[in-house]
Every structure is written in C-alpha cells, then in structure tokens.
C-alpha cells in the first residue's frame, strides 16, 4: 500500500500532519518498516552514543493492552504499528563500543578515541540528571526522523505525549535503563489530519538577543 510518489526532505516535512485515525487493514511489509527505522537511526547523537531504542509493538493483543494506558486513543490499535520511543539512561556504555568500530574502520585515530570515551565516562560519572537529558533531547531527533521517514515512503504517523508511562513500563517489562520520550503511530490515514496554522517568523525567530 505504499505510494510510488517520491518526497524530497521538503515536501516530506510539508506534508507531514499528525494522523489520529488510521485504516486498519493496512499492513507495513517489514522491509519498508526496517528501512524507515534504519533512516531514523541515522539521526544526529551526542558523542554518536545512539540513545535510542524503538520498541515497535504489531501484536493486537499488545495494543490492546496499550488502549487504556493511552487513555483509550484507538490509534494506538489501528494503526499498523505503536514505536515507543526509548531514551537510553546508560548510553555512555555503548561508548567504548562506537570508538572502537572507529577505530578500526579508520575512522578516528587512537587519541581521539581515547579522549571521546573519557569525555563521556566524565560527562555521566554521577549525573543522573545530564543522562536524563540527553536520553530525552537525542531520541527525539530519531523520533523525528522517523516521522519524516515514514513520511516520504506514503505512511502516516502521530507523536503521543498522552500515556501513562508508570503503566507502559509495568505492561512492556521496559527495563529501568531505558525511559520512554514518547509513543509514536505509523500506518496509513484512514481520514486525513486536518489542516493547522503555523506562527510566522516574525514570531518566532529572536534575531541574536532578546
């Protein structure tokens, strides 16, 4: 059911709306779906440390369960699939495994491996705060992305911020590692969003300081 029409990133970022209901029947083949997930992926990162993780729910019955911890909003049913969104509280562990692929690819030299993954163990060394921040702030630019992604290829999606996130941690098992910045839909409208207004630049845009 994808569309054959090609988005440049404008027109994809153009056409993007928040779509609440979704047709049911259509199915996302999974080498579409991987490829929107890879694109997400590709997002900017501090450190390149990669803190996000897409749980990507398909099963009906685990929507279902969703229904009511996204205070019964259907599109978490109808559409193919709901992508929590995950941000990584411990990212400063997959460090030494990003700068050593680096290193071994050429891409960076010893030192600067050596210097990024001190950066890192020094940033997260007793801030839980900091962690917090930066799982939030870099796995919404892969969300995004995705939605951006999705867009281009014909699909559909929705930001939630709307869940109870105690009672999505408790029904998916979703370690303590990882917290969730926010579900996500993706599927085919079945009714398109309405339209919305847009502040002008004028509004804004702050020229150098307040």
């Known amino acids: 059911m994808q569309t054959d029409q090609k988005l440049t990133a404008e027109q994809a970022m153009e056409a993007r709306h928040s779509v609440r209901k979704y047709d049911p029947n259509v199915a996302i083949p999974q080498g579409e779906l991987n490829e929107i997930l890879r694109l997400a992926a590709s997002a900017p990162s501090s450190w390149n440390l990669q803190h996000w993780r897409f749980l990507v729910v398909t099963d009906p019955a685990i929507k279902q369960k969703l229904l009511p911890i996204a205070y019964n909003q259907q599109q978490v049913v109808d559409a193919y699939a709901t992508i929590i969104i995950l941000g990584d509280l411990e990212a400063d ?3 030494t495994v990003v700068y050593d692929q680096a290193l071994a690819k050429g891409l960076v030299p010893q030192q600067v491996r050596d210097t990024m993954i001190s950066q890192v163990e020094n940033a997260y060394k ?4 900091m962690a917090r921040d930066e799982a939030i702030r870099n796995s919404s630019y892969a969300a995004m992305q995705l939605m951006l ?3 281009a290829k014909g699909y559909d999606t929705c930001p939630m911020g709307g ?3 105690a009672k999505l941690v408790e029904a998916l098992n979703i370690p ?5 910045s926010l579900m996500l839909t993706i599927g085919k409208a079945a009714v398109q969003a309405h339209p919305t207004d847009r502040l002008g630049l004028d509004q804004l845009v702050i020229e150098n300081s307040f």
Do not use: F, L, V
């Open 93 to 95: 562990k997959a460090a």
């Open 126 to 129: 007793n801030n839980p705060e």
């Open 149 to 151: 992604a999705a867009k």
């Open 163 to 165: 869940y109870d996130k």
């Open 176 to 180: 303590s590692r990882y917290i969730p």
